[in-house]
C-alpha cells in the first residue's frame, strides 16, 4: 500500500525559510510532487522530484531521497501569501503508475 | 486557455437519489482523475481514465459509485443511492500523460447529502 506522512501544522516568520518534511513508503515509485492549497481552492502544483537531490524554482526549492523515502520542500523569504496547505504526493510504479497518493497536508501559516 | 472545470459547483440531495458530477479537463489532456477530498485532508484517489478507458477504480468506495469518460474528453462521476456519508468535495484533476507531469485540478463540487 501506500502511505505518506507530513506534519500537520507549521508556523514561521515572514522573510524567513521553512522546511516541510514528508515520508513515504509506497508500492513503487514513479515521483513526487509538492502541490500548494489556499483554504477553500483547489491544489496548484509547485515541484516534482523522480531523481534524487534538490530541484529550485525561485523562492521554492524540494529535495528527494528515494533511499530514505524522504522528501523536503524548502520555501524562502516567506510571504504572507504563502500560507496555505502544503500537500506531499507520490506516484506509484507497476499497476500503480497512473495513481498518485497523497498526504494529508501540512498547513503553514505565516506571522508577520 | 481555460482550466479544468466542474458542475455544478455545489449539490444539495437527499439521501437515496443519485448524483452526476460532471468534470471538462483542458482542452487536449490525455488523463482525468476523480478524487475525494475531506476537510483538512488531502485528496482521496477514486479512479482515473486514459483517454476513454478506465485504467484504475480501485479507489471507488462500493458500487455505488461509477464513472465515465465515452469520448476521451469530458468526464461524469455518479453516485447511486446517495448516503450521507458521501457528502465531500469531490475534484477533478487532468494531465497531458505521462507519470512525470503534474495534474492540474478543477474548482471542484460541493456535495451535501440530506
Known amino acids: 500500500g501506500q502511505n505518506i506522512d507530513q506534519p500537520t501544522e507549521m508556523t514561521a516568520t515572514e522573510g524567513a525559510i521553512v522546511q516541510i518534511n514528508c515520508t513515504y513508503q509506497t508500492s513503487g515509485f514513479n515521483g513526487l510532487f509538492w502541490y500548494q492549497q489556499h483554504a477553500g481552492e483547489a491544489p496548484t502544483f509547485l515541484s516534482y522530484n523522480v531523481l534524487d537531490g534538490l530541484e529550485e524554482k525561485g523562492r521554492f526549492s524540494s529535495f528527494l531521497s528515494r533511499s530514505k523515502g524522504y522528501s523536503y520542500l524548502l520555501l524562502k523569504e516567506l510571504q504572507m501569501k504563502d500560507s496555505a496547505s502544503y500537500l506531499c504526493a507520490v506516484r506509484g510504479g507497476g499497476t500503480n503508475a497512473g495513481k498518485s497518493t497523497f498526504g494529508d497536508g501540512t498547513t503553514l501559516t505565516v506571522k508577520p | 486557455g481555460a482550466g479544468v472545470s466542474q458542475s455544478p459547483r455545489y449539490k444539495v440531495t437527499k439521501r437515496g437519489q443519485d448524483v452526476a458530477l460532471r468534470c471538462d479537463p483542458i482542452?487536449?489532456?490525455?488523463?482525468l482523475y476523480w478524487y475525494r477530498q475531506a476537510l483538512g485532508q488531502g485528496p482521496e484517489f477514486l479512479t482515473y481514465?486514459?483517454?476513454?478507458?478506465?485504467?484504475?477504480k480501485s479507489g471507488l468506495p462500493n458500487d455505488r459509485f461509477s464513472a465515465e469518460r465515452p469520448e476521451g474528453s469530458i468526464s461524469t462521476l455518479t453516485i447511486q443511492r446517495t448516503e450521507q456519508r458521501d457528502s465531500a468535495m469531490y475534484r477533478c484533476?487532468?494531465?497531458?500523460?505521462?507519470?512525470?507531469?503534474?495534474?492540474?485540478f478543477g474548482p471542484g463540487t460541493r456535495l451535501t447529502v440530506t
Open positions: 484533476a487532468s494531465s497531458s500523460g505521462g507519470t512525470e507531469v503534474p495534474q492540474y
Open positions: 481514465f486514459n483517454y476513454e478507458a478506465q485504467q484504475d
Open positions: 482542452s487536449g489532456h490525455v488523463s
